[in-house]
Nanobody, 125 residues
């Protein structure tokens, strides 16, 4: 297991910004691919963004392109999600996830074995 600890959730009005962070235990090669997922009440978990930690390449879900940015700080073993122009429909529990092998294909929850505890994001209109 690779413990993942998230932080940075909270409440904000529509149009506002939040930054989520996820700190992983272990080295970069145990978490080559890291991602953010979210799950709104009554809905399935969906992939938001993903980063390949070896070269920093990233992938985004269409519904966050241009608004969210995933980044990493390898010295701190942290991956962050900067969320701008937030909308009420972004309200959800946000989860950090990681896997040892590289990134590829869709941002699918079934491809990730390590998960954080989740952090709530609430956007009011």
């Amino acid at each position: 297991q690779v413990p993942l600890v998230e932080s940075g959730g909270g409440s904000v009005q529509a149009g506002g910004s939040l930054r989520l962070s996820c700190t992983a235990s272990g080295d970069i090669y145990s978490t080559r691919c890291m991602a953010w997922f979210r799950q709104a009440a009554g809905k399935e978990r969906e992939g938001v963004a993903r980063i390949y930690r070896i070269d920093g390449s990233s992938t985004y879900a269409d519904f966050v392109k241009g608004r969210f940015t995933i980044s990493q700080d390898n010295h701190k073993n942290t991956v962050s999600l900067q969320m701008n122009s937030l909308k009420p429909e972004d309200t959800a529990m946000y989860y950090c996830a990681a896997r040892q092998r590289g990134c590829g294909g869709d941002i699918s929850a079934t491809d990730f074995g390590y998960w954080g505890q989740g952090t709530q994001v609430t956007v009011s209109s």
